[in-house]
């Protein structure tokens, strides 16, 4: 028999699991219409609002991986939708641009994306979103992914 003090942890626990999974479902299959993966398009979006950054900083401003992002970007560069360049007085330094294909692609993961702050923004009120966003920040307090929400300009 559970712990009746738990049973509240316990389901708060579940509830975030679900709430993850549930919106990964949601985005993934909004995404699919324009053949990418939730992944993919944070590496977009985050590319086209860090224009010119290395896939080192680009792995430090990502939440949907930890450690580096090579493989990811390494499709996104097969894909057509994301270009390295060469720093022009050291070749071993490479930045990040989005191609032409690319930069189209980012402006269709911004509309989905925008959709589901629409639907978020039906279901909550302004208060009741920050609450939340207080809530579960406390709970990220101290952990390196916090640090990576702050670099994205996201305030616990």
Known sequence: MKEEKNLKAEALRYLILAVQRHG?????????????????????????????????????????????????????????????????????????????????KERLVKAIELQMYHQLNQLYSEDELELMCTLLGRFLQGQPIAETLKKRGYEM
């Open 24 to 104: 990964n479902r949601l985005l993934n299959d909004l995404l699919k219409g324009i053949d990418l993966t939730a992944s993919q398009a944070e590496v977009l979006r985050t590319l086209h609002d860090r224009k010119g950054i290395s896939l080192k900083e680009l792995g430090q401003l990502l939440i949907c991986e930890s450690g580096s992002p090579s493989r990811l970007v390494e499709r996104l560069v097969r894909d057509g939708l994301v270009e390295k360049i060469a720093h022009e007085k050291d070749s071993r330094y490479v930045t990040l641009e989005l191609t032409q294909t690319g930069k189209e």
